[in-house]
């Protein structure tokens, strides 16, 4: 099954794509700055960008860290990057009494990966009618997202994306099973990597999580040839500065040179398959 996120194409025999932008929105301009030059970088490469930014990071490592300008607010910056930029906008959703006010403005939810298991949470979003990104629990095999697809499927929504996000070994540190993406797609979903957040290190520096952002990169192209649809790398102008998860954001400045590598092995991979 295919589907689309604003003009993108998405699934399984579909072009490559990736989801960017700021982890958390920081501010209107700064938005605006980010999703224009994404766009423009989508023209070059000739890869379908889809802006993702969070009004709300509800699972901060510290209370006392930025969380984002909130619901009303933080949709109201998407609609307008959506509308000046010409892109599809997605964020995440934390509560299902927030999934119908996100679904009216933005072109996908996403479910955050430790709220992959919240039945309550996937329906709400299934029930918009709008394409669903659920990210794979850091605590969950991939075998074990049957049971999320089922939970969104059984709510009359097919358009459901699944996200690789890294799997927890041992205290402050993720490592990635290739295979995942292959084991999730039998599920018949389109399978997306988070580049930058599998390079996290969780709560690595007591109040925040530390990460590895030059190994992104290594991350991103070897997942395309693991056999990924599409990628997830969250990218900032100025990194060290970033609100949330500086550590790992990547310089958005990598990401043209990086989208044209992995186009070409995306091309390998998938050859003739692609429609």
């Known amino acids: 099954m295919s589907f689309i996120i604003g003009e993108v194409k998405i699934g399984l025999n579909a072009p490559l794509f990736v989801m960017a932008g700021p982890c958390v929105i920081e501010s209107k301009i700064h938005c605006l700055n980010i ?3 994404l766009r423009d970088i989508g023209k070059r490469t000739g890869v379908g960008i889809i802006f993702k930014a969070s009004f709300d990071k509800a699972n901060r490592s510290s209370l006392g860290s930025f969380r984002g300008p909130g619901l009303q607010k933080g949709l109201d910056i998407l609609a ?44 709400a979003c299934a ?5 669903v990104n659920v990210k794979k629990g850091q605590f969950l095999s991939p075998g074990e997202m049957k049971n999320v697809v089922e939970k969104i499927r059984a709510c009359k929504n097919n358009k ?9 070994f041992g205290y402050n540190r993720l490592v990635n099973d290739m295979t995942a993406i292959d084991t999730m797609k039998k599920l018949g979903c389109p399978v997306v990597f988070d580049a930058t957040h599998s390079t996290q290190q969780p709560g690595g520096l007591g109040n925040a999580s530390a990460g590895r952002r030059e ?9 395309i040839a693991a056999g990924a649809n599409g990628l997830f790398i969250e990218v900032h102008d100025e990194p060290e500065k970033a609100k949330s998860d500086a550590a790992c954001i990547m310089p958005i400045d990598w990401l043209e040179d990086l989208l044209t590598v992995c186009k070409q092995i995306f091309k390998i991979v998938n050859g003739k398959k692609i429609d």
């Open 215 to 223: 190994m992104a990169p290594i991350l991103a192209k070897t997942a």
């Open 35 to 37: 999703a224009g030059r």
């Open 160 to 168: 459901i994306l699944l996200t690789e996000r890294g799997t927890f």
């Open 80 to 123: 307008e990057v959506r509308h000046r930029t010409d892109i599809p906008v997605m964020t995440d959703v934390h509560e299902a009494s927030q999934a119908t006010l996100a679904g009216e403005i933005v072109d996908c939810l996403q479910i955050p990966a430790f709220l992959c298991r919240q039945t309550d949470l996937l329906c």
């Open 127 to 131: 029930r918009t009618g709008k394409p």
